[in-house]
C-alpha cells in the first residue's frame, strides 16, 4: 500500500478514540519530523511513551554523576542528551562550569582511548539507555577486560522495555494499541512482545522510521484494534528478527543482570534495570540502588504523567512557560527524544 | 620543527616565521610593507566589513583546510552582503607544538584561496599560547574583511516581502559530515563543500533578478539561517521539504548517526531571497555554476500570522511541509547537533 493512501485510511478513521503509545522517542521524533500527528484522524491519538532513556533517568542519577564529576581526578563520559538534563542542584553541564571535567563522548572507543593514554586518570561512563545501547557497553566492558584497563568504571541506568510496557498496561492510561520500538527490538526481537500482546490483549506492531514505515505500522495497528487482534506483528522486517539478535542479548548478559530500578514519575519497578554482575561490580562507578534514586525530583515538574500519556506537553503547567528547551526543567524537554522538546520545536 | 613559545615573543623567532611562512605565500605590496597597519588606496563605494574565527578540528580536511575556510568564510559574508572583497586581515593563534609544516600548508591555501577569490591579505599577526595537556598543536584564525557594496542592489533582509521565492544554491550537510566522519574515523567520500560563492553571487548581483536577501548557511545549518532570515524580515518562511537537496551519500551518513541535515553546517552554500517572478532567471543563474548546479527553491515568504493568544511566545516564523504530506515548525539549532544515544 502506498502511503498516501495509508495516509488517507489513517486520516479517515471514524471509529471511537483509539490511544496508540509509541514506545519509543525516536518514534515520537520521527511522527512529529514527518508531521504525521495533524495527517491523522483526531480520534487516533498519538501517546509518547516511556522509551526516551534520558527521561525516565531519575534527577538522583544526575546528582550522583555530577558528584562523581566534580571530583578530583575524574573524568566523567556521556552522551550529549544527558549533559543540560536538570540535577537536584546542577546538571551536567552546570558542573562543567563548576570545574568538573565532563567528557562529551560519540563513541565508547573515545573514552578507551583516553584511558589507555592517562593510567592516572579515573574514567567513570555515564551509561544510560535501553536493551539497544546495553550492548556497547558491554561490549566496552569486553575491550576493557582484554586491555587491562583499571581506570574505567560505569554509572549505570539501564532500563529494560519489557517490564515497564507490563506496568504502562496495567495503569488507569487508557492505551488501546503500542507502536513497538524499533531499534530496541531489533536486540530483543518481536517475539518478546507476544506476552504482553496476548496478557492484556492488545496490539503490537514493530515500526521502522521513516514515514512510510511509521504509517504502515500505525495503519497495522488501528486495523488490528478494529479486529480485536491481540498479538505482535513485525512490520521492519528489514531491521528486527523475531528472535532478535542472540549474539548482542549474550554479550549484554555475560555483564549485566535484571534488578530493579526507579524510572521519573513512575517509581521503582521490578525487573526494569540492568546491572553489572556481582564478579563484574568493581567497573561500577555506585549505581544508585533503585529505592535511593526515586525522589528528588525539580518543583512542580510533570514528566511523569507525560512520560505515561496522562497529559500531553502543551497540558503541563510549565510547558512553553518555565519550562523551554533553552531553560528546561524536566528532562522531556531537554532530550533529543523527549516528548516536551518534540512538541515545543515542532508541534505546529 | 615545531612552534615554540619564542615564535610568539615578538623578536628574532617571530619575525623569521613570519617572513619565511607568512610573507613568502602571501605576500603584497600593502603587507610587505610590514607597518603597524595597512594603508590602502580611497574606494569609490560604500563600504561592507566582517569578522569570523575559525577553531575548526581536525584543520585539515577532505575538501579543505582551516586557512582555505578562514578566506572562504569571510569572503562570503562580504558577498552575502552585497560587497565584493577587497582586503582582509588574518590574525593567528597558534598552540605550541603545531608542527610548522601544517602552518605553510595552512598558508599556501590561504593564499590560493584569496588569489582565487580576488582579495589581498593586508594585514596580519601571529600569537602562541601554552600547550596545555592533551591539545598539542592547534591552530586558531580570524579573519576581517572589507569589500565595497559596487552594485545598485544593497540585499538585506529588512527588504524582502510576503510571496518572494526562497532559493537554495546546493545540496546540505556536506562539510558537517566530511568534519565528522575524519573525527570519528568513519571512512566515505564525503568532502566539505568549502568554496567562496562570489562568482554565482556576482552573477545575481549583476544579472538583473531583484534579490532581497542573501544568507550563507553555515553554522546551526539551513534551518537556523532560516529562522533568522523570517526574524530579520519579519516573515513567515514556508520550506517545502521534499525540495530540498541532500547528497546521497551524506543522508546516508546522517542516518547512521542521527543526524538531520537540515542543522548541519556547510561552508559553500547559501540562501537567497528574490522577488517571485525573478526565481526562475535567479535558478537559471546559479545553475551555470558547478556549486549551483543542484540550486533548487525550496520554499517562500508569507506575511506573519496574528498572534495566538492562547500560547505565550512569538509565532514560529519557519513551518516546513514535510515530504510525507504533514506540516511542522522548523525550528533554529538548540545545543550541539549530536547522534542519538538509543
Not at chain 2, 590602502?40 to 560604500?46: A, E, I, T, V
Not at chain 2, 544554491?169 to 563543500?193: C, K, Q, T, V, Y
Request: aromatic fraction near 6%; charged fraction near 20%; glycine fraction near 10%.
Amino acid at each position: 500500500m502506498p502511503a498516501s493512501d495509508l495516509a488517507a485510511a489513517l486520516r479517515d478513521y471514524r471509529g471511537e478514540e483509539l490511544r496508540i503509545m509509541e514506545v519509543c522517542g525516536t518514534h515520537t521524533a520521527a511522527i512529529f519530523r514527518h508531521g504525521i500527528k495533524n495527517m491523522i484522524s483526531p480520534s487516533l491519538r498519538l501517546i509518547s511513551g516511556p522509551g526516551c532513556p534520558v527521561c525516565v533517568t531519575p534527577a538522583a542519577y544526575i546528582d550522583r554523576a555530577v558528584e562523581l564529576a566534580l571530583e578530583e581526578g575524574v573524568t566523567l563520559a556521556t552522551f550529549g542528551d544527558m549533559i543540560k538534563v536538570p540535577g537536584s542542584r546542577l546538571s551536567l553541564s552546570e558542573a562543567k562550569g563548576e570545574g568538573a571535567d565532563v567528557l562529551l563522548m560519540y563513541s565508547l572507543r573515545e573514552v578507551l582511548e583516553q584511558a589507555q593514554a592517562h593510567p592516572a586518570r579515573q574514567y567513570v561512563v555515564a551509561a544510560v539507555g535501553f536493551e539497544t545501547t546495553a550492548p556497547v557497553y558491554a561490549l566496552a566492558l569486553e575491550q576493557i577486560q582484554r586491555a587491562g584497563l583499571r581506570n574505567v568504571r560505569f554509572l549505570t541506568a539501564l532500563r529494560r522495555v519489557i517490564p515497564v510496557l507490563h506496568y504502562v498496561c496495567r495503569t488507569d492510561s487508557g492505551i488501546g494499541a503500542f507502536l513497538a520500538p524499533g531499534h530496541v527490538s531489533a536486540v530483543i526481537g518481536a517475539d518478546a512482545f507476544r506476552p504482553l500482546a496476548r496478557r492484556y490483549g492488545r496490539p503490537f506492531v514493530v515500526g521502522g522510521f521513516s514515514g512510510t514505515e511509521i504509517l504502515r505500522a500505525l495503519y497495522a495497528l488501528m486495523r488490528m484494534a478494529q479486529n480485536g487482534t491481540a498479538d505482535v506483528l513485525n512490520a521492519y522486517p528489514s531491521a528486527v528478527r523475531a528472535e532478535g539478535n542472540p549474539r548482542a542479548l549474550a554479550c549484554v548478559e555475560k555483564y549485566f543482570t535484571p534488578g530493579a530500578a526507579a524510572w521519573r514519575g513512575m517509581g521503582e519497578i521490578a525487573d526494569s534495570g540492568y546491572y553489572l554482575r556481582e564478579e563484574y561490580r568493581e567497573y561500577d562507578a555506585g549505581s544508585l540502588p533503585a529505592a535511593a534514586a526515586a525522589e528528588n525530583e525539580p518543583d512542580g515538574c510533570q514528566c511523569g504523567e507525560v512520560i505515561l500519556g496522562r497529559i500531553t506537553p502543551p497540558e503541563c503547567p510549565l510547558f512553553r512557560r518555565a519550562c523551554t528547551p533553552m531553560h528546561a526543567r524536566g528532562p522531556c524537554m531537554v532530550s533529543a527524544e523527549g516528548a516536551c522538546g518534540i512538541w515545543y520545536r515542532y508541534a505546529v | 620543527m615545531k612552534i615554540t613559545m619564542a615564535h610568539g615573543s615578538g623578536g628574532q623567532e617571530t619575525r623569521e616565521l613570519v617572513t619565511e611562512v607568512f610573507r613568502r605565500r602571501l605576500g603584497n605590496e600593502h603587507l610587505d610593507r610590514m607597518e603597524d597597519a595597512a594603508a590602502l588606496p580611497r574606494l569609490d563605494y560604500p563600504l561592507a566589513m566582517t569578522t569570523d574565527t575559525f577553531v575548526v578540528t581536525p584543520p585539515e580536511f577532505p575538501g579543505g583546510d582551516i586557512g582555505k575556510l578562514a578566506v572562504c568564510g569571510t569572503v562570503n559574508d562580504l558577498w552575502m552582503s552585497g560587497a565584493r572583497p577587497l582586503y582582509l586581515s588574518a590574525g593567528f593563534v597558534l598552540r605550541e607544538g603545531l608542527e610548522i609544516g601544517l602552518l605553510e600548508r595552512v598558508a599556501g591555501s590561504m593564499a590560493q584561496a584569496a588569489r582565487a577569490a580576488g582579495v589581498q591579505i593586508v594585514a596580519g599577526d601571529t600569537k602562541v599560547i601554552e600547550n596545555s595537556g592533551d591539545d598539542a598543536g592547534g591552530i586558531f584564525i580570524n579573519t576581517a574583511g572589507i569589500g565595497c557594496r559596487q552594485w545598485a542592489l544593497t540585499p538585506g533582509a529588512a527588504d524582502a516581502r510576503a510571496g518572494d521565492a526562497v532559493i537554495l544554491s546546493g545540496p546540505l550537510g556536506n562539510h558537517h559530515a566530511a568534519i565528522l566522519s575524519r573525527r570519528l574515523g568513519i571512512e566515505n567520500n564525503i568532502m566539505s563543500d568549502c568554496a567562496d560563492l562570489g562568482p554565482p553571487a556576482e552573477a545575481l548581483l549583476a544579472g538583473g533578478v531583484r534579490v532581497r536577501a542573501m544568507r550563507d548557511v553555515t553554522r546551526g545549518g539551513l534551518a537556523t539561517v532560516l529562522n533568522e532570515m523570517a526574524a530579520a524580515a519579519g516573515l513567515r518562511i514556508e520550506a517545502e521539504e521534499s525540495a530540498i537537496p541532500v547528497d546521497a551519500d551524506v543522508e546516508r551518513f546522517c542516518a547512521l548517526l542521527g543526524l538531520d541535515p537540515l542543522y548541519m553546517a556547510n561552508e559553500g552554500k547559501f540562501i537567497c531571497l528574490v522577488a517571485d517572478a525573478d526565481a526562475e532567471r535567479a535558478l537559471e543563474l546559479l545553475r551555470a555554476f558547478p556549486l549551483g548546479a543542484q540550486a533548487a527553491r525550496i520554499g517562500r515568504t508569507e506575511a506573519l500570522p496574528a498572534p495566538d493568544e492562547k500560547l505565550p511566545g512569538a509565532e514560529p516564523p519557519v513551518i516546513l511541509r514535510t515530504a510525507l504530506g504533514g506540516r511542522r515548525i522548523l525550528d533554529s539549532l538548540y545545543g550541539e547537533g549530536l547522534p542519538r544515544i538509543c
